[in-house]
């Protein structure tokens, strides 16, 4: 079902940017794991929107209510359930969508396949601000792995054509424009202020890094982590691709570079280099897993746009409204995070059901 | 489940590389439909090794043998399941592996999530063989996809550093190396004899396009087109990235270049370009619906690499022996073919259900 | 998933009896629907506690509030969100029952599997309260199944000893006690209100006809029309039994009397008797589906009850506070058409996918 | 998906009762189970028909072969695939069967959901032979329990109005006539013999019981193990009913005698009673647990019916030929064994996942 995901842990996530309230449940979280509200909302706050000149000048309250699955702090067994009120619901500056797509939006594809009864206004249920019930839920998640010593960590890796530097090895979450080199972040947000005095936007690419996974996590075939990993990220909007390890890069490269030699090191297995971002035949080595999506530019830019009318079916010149954030990237980065959190603790609640083998 | 995919259609995969034989299961295809069995074993010789210079020598009959769903080559309603026997099951080459692991294979992390119970010989359940019944559940799909008046074509779009050039439009079934430059074609093939020569492997990129989707196919979240290609594609041995129309180059662009403008032409609606690769907010907008999908070199290669003895937790060197693809890229193209057309037909599938809105 | 249902349709029911709400996801409903509100609170008053003798006297106003999925009071094609707000959330009373478990009840079974992290409190995720979002989501159902002429009607069809008479042949929405016989319906009210008066309780049976379905509808094996109402009517708690058409009583018949006999009526294959309830290998054959679940009595009574200290782990007496309904199946009635709306029309919408052969 | 089964195990059962083959693929068994071969092929022979005078005089060696997932008897975490050859593949009885369907069968409901594309042969994919590779796939998880200390048991519980006498306790695997009393099994049989003698047939209960389950297994809402268990059993053909504990018995009881007091005795807790057949809010409590399926009799019988001509649209006499069960019931014994030990350790296997509290 397509709001849903999970195989041990069940995400939907349901609302529309200007329905009542977006919201989410997530089965499946053992019982008896309390959950730090505190970091759960500072979490949250990386990725709201305001603050900061790269970003829309929206404000919202994004802290969830818990409806269910939580007593005292704690998950109780029952599925977990919150939701985030809408409060900024004006409706009137989407009513021209119905008739003129915006391109690069969804606008086009759900009138087709809804018919026309889709909720046009803030993008529906195809909007950005959906991905705040998948903060709460990845927010928790990450928690959880965290207490298993596992960390989950993402970075913006490019704005346009300017590159971070310097490997990402943990969280950045007191960054709040999260890059390894400062220098680098400047320059993005100058790339940044440029584009939007432009009336334009730019896309970019989000690096993440899952750290102390055991081996062993993930399948074979359909449920490896690289599929279970772009399944939930390509539920971002605006995410095209995605690779791991090396991704396209190994394109270019022969097998005697390629392969990760294996080496004891502190009478443990690892590898010389990490190719493979902690990944062979979809399940974790031991070895950070690593992988890149790739965001394109904000569909939403204050210039004058080529369209056409749907219902008279002739070309039309539509000019979007509202303010946007003219770079996804930066806000997207404790996304990644999230989703990156739940595919990963989904598959680790997996491990103790398998080691199950006579000795 | 790790080896079952689908929505609407549920394929499941079974058998290991030298077990007695792979096979799928296939449940959902709509009663009372054909299959061109020719047609179905010619689409399964593209994939099957042996013949030509840049493959493996070892020779498989790998046509299937329907055991049930289909009565006079024509659907009955109940699961598809076929299975191929695996006439090479000589095992005496991978008894080591369960105790030295070869770099870029998944020995290691299968030998640790299966507590060294898994089945070594010849990969297992991790072997390019499985991709076999994936080709006989594709070649059904590719073929209902094709009455519908939709086509999936794949290329192979580059080898190492060499790229193919020309804009791919149709299917190149009956190309040997399917490119759609030829003399690109001749130099990917040389630079493949020159790897193998040196005892080395090289890594690649295939790209698929599907023309024909109607508008209107996928869904928003977790079961876009992206989400649910990348989903079955990461499914096939080696693929490490993924992307969707411009895919990483959007991360480079502005959304003035990057939003494909939509005009009227012929009385419908088309997009300028097609950087979108055909989808919008995970659902097909009507244009060729295009992704690459990047392999990594073949991890067998005959050079010495530096490995481990797992038990005796020492630094060990490997000599993988047997005779492997030195380039997997070719032969993946029908796989890449099955893998859309799979992914494809089950969310074609959906498209009867959805349209029940009042008038 | 244990708290999600459905194939084309995903339902989520989350919240607990004194969680801040419950409410429910339910994803696949075909966008344009309209919902008649008013329809739909009526169906919930029928389910809601207070009013009648043989209830409970609690009152609660079990009207949803909408979230998402519905604009205009129209589905989008988004998933349906709906909250109701738990307003009598008085948790002192059943603190103990962490310690002493309730006969009959889950507080021992949830104690044990979520190692005493559940949420006691009227009896949490496992509380009769949950049919309350089960019922919004099978209103709207049961109406979205009347627009394509198919009716789902249940009816106590016994209290104890005491049978309901006559044939059930349509809804009877409009009945307080709902009955065909109301002579009979009368005997088991007195039998309810003597049962009250002694502080005990009582159990009874529960039928449900759908007429209209068209045959063709559900799966051979694991999807017949019994395994997916089976599956969703055991979801209300307190049903241990569910039998179709003949049900047990097929047990003592011979083929030659069971077997329904095929005749022409009207131009139409139907069948002299209905022993099979209108299911045939699962799948319906156009004659009335019947149905009938066993409920226990209500297990929480106010007499004296033997019980353990399960820190202890010694005897104990307990004696249930709080009022409760003495017969719960007169609350059950809409609470089974919920069910058998939802199984129904999540097995209806497969049917455009399935009509798709060769002429 | 309909021929698909389980949540942490997937099920898939292939095959027509007269295509090449059946069989089943079996996702989820944990790696290093070693498999009695020897046993498992004792389970299959009580299934087997032939030998005995109230069964079908057919013969068929019905023993699996192993395609995958298991490597010298032992499971190594692929899926295990399994086929049974169909050697009795003769159609031509059949062949009238698309035009006049046979009363009791699912031959009416099959022609209109496949357009006439089904295979009738033999019943086609709703054959109970298709029980042979369930069992395969239950007698594997029936001594994966059995290793647990887990017993699954079934008897005939009922022939027509011939009831057993006496308390099932452990299995009667070496009983050619599975009852615990066979006084009353020698009644059950004649009375086969009568009805067979009458060219009818008859129908009849199974009752299974499973002792060694521990606490906390099973879920709330639609995952509890009456969920888990209806869904399975009512993939047996001709099962029409199913009662856990006192099942339909409940509905005439008060709540002050059908409550099952806990007790302490041995330093653990248990109940006086098993009224609740082990189960409390679908959860087990540690008794065994307990449920009966109805079977109505075989729809194949010797005399003339009243049956359609479907395309004609007028009434015919049909006579079945072919040589049937006249009680299916006592061949049904280990197919319900069989279901219900696939439920059960599907259900077994979560519970490693959920003990993941904090302490």
């Given at each position: 079902?397509?709001?849903?995901y999970?195989e041990n842990?069940?995400l939907t996530i ?5 329905s ?8 499946g979280i053992?019982a008896?794991?309390?959950?730090d509200?505190?970091a759960?909302?500072?979490?949250m706050t990386?990725r709201a929107?305001g603050?900061a000149?790269?970003?829309t ?5 994004d802290?969830?209510e818990?409806l269910?699955g939580i007593?005292d ?18 409706s009137?500056?989407?009513?021209e969508?119905k ?18 009864f889709q ?9 950005g601000?959906?991905?705040a019930?998948m903060c709460v839920?990845?927010?928790?998640c ?13 970075r913006?890796?490019s704005?346009?054509?300017i ?7 943990g ?5 709040l424009?999260p890059?390894v ?8 947000k100058e790339l940044?202020?440029?584009?939007r005095?432009?009336g334009d936007?730019i896309g970019g690419t ?9 081996a062993?996590?993930g399948d074979?075939m ?5 599929n279970?990993?772009s ?10 691709g995605?690779?791991f390890g090396?991704?396209f ?13 294996y ?6 297995i690892?590898?010389e280099?990490n190719n493979?971002g902690?990944?062979?035949g979809?399940?974790?080595n031991?070895?950070?897993l ?9 569909p939403?830019?204050?210039?004058e ?5 749907m ?9 979007v409204?509202?303010?946007h954030?003219?770079c996804i990237?930066?806000?997207a980065?404790?996304?990644v995070e ?9 598959a680790f ?8 083998y006579?000795?």
């Amino acid at each position: 079902m397509s709001s849903s995901y999970g195989e041990n842990l069940k995400l939907t996530i349901f609302g529309q940017s200007h329905s009542p309230a977006v919201g989410m449940t997530l089965e499946g979280i053992p019982a008896g794991n309390r959950i730090d509200m505190t970091a759960l909302r500072k979490f949250m706050t990386r990725r709201a929107p305001g603050g900061a000149s790269w970003s829309t000048p929206r404000k919202e309250a994004d802290l969830p209510e818990f409806l269910g699955g939580i007593v005292d702090d704690t998950t109780c067994g029952a599925p977990i359930a919150a939701i985030i009120r809408n409060t900024n619901t004006k409706s009137s500056d989407y009513e021209e969508l119905k008739r003129i797509p915006r391109p690069g939006h969804a606008d086009l594809t759900a009138q087709i396949k809804y018919g026309g009864f889709q909720d046009p206004n803030g993008g529906g249920h195809f909007s950005g601000r959906l991905t705040a019930p998948m903060c709460v839920a990845g927010g928790i998640c990450r928690q959880l792995l965290a207490k298993e010593g596992i960390s989950v960590a993402a970075r913006v890796l490019s704005v346009g054509n300017i590159f971070d530097e310097g490997e990402l090895c943990g969280p950045l979450d007191d960054k709040l424009f999260p890059v390894v080199n400062d220098e680098q972040g400047q320059k993005m947000k100058e790339l940044i202020d440029k584009v939007r005095a432009d009336g334009d936007s730019i896309g970019g690419t989000v690096e993440c890094v899952v750290t102390g996974l055991p081996a062993g996590i993930g399948d074979p075939m359909f449920d490896g982590m690289e599929n279970r990993i772009s399944r939930i990220v390509f539920g971002i909007p605006a995410v095209k691709g995605i690779e791991f390890g090396k991704g396209f890069g190994y394109a270019g490269m022969r097998g005697s570079e390629s392969n990760d030699p294996y080496r004891i090191k502190d009478g443990k297995i690892v590898t010389e280099t990490n190719n493979a971002g902690g990944i062979l035949g979809g399940i974790t080595n031991g070895m950070p897993l690593v992988f890149r999506a790739a965001f394109k530019p904000t569909p939403s830019i204050a210039r004058e746009q080529r369209s056409v009318d749907m219902k008279e079916k002739k070309n039309e010149i539509l000019r979007v409204k509202g303010r946007h954030d003219p770079c996804i990237v930066v806000r997207a980065v404790p996304v990644v995070e999230a989703a990156a959190a739940i595919a990963c603790y989904d598959a680790f609640l997996a491990r103790r059901r398998e080691i199950n083998y006579d000795k």
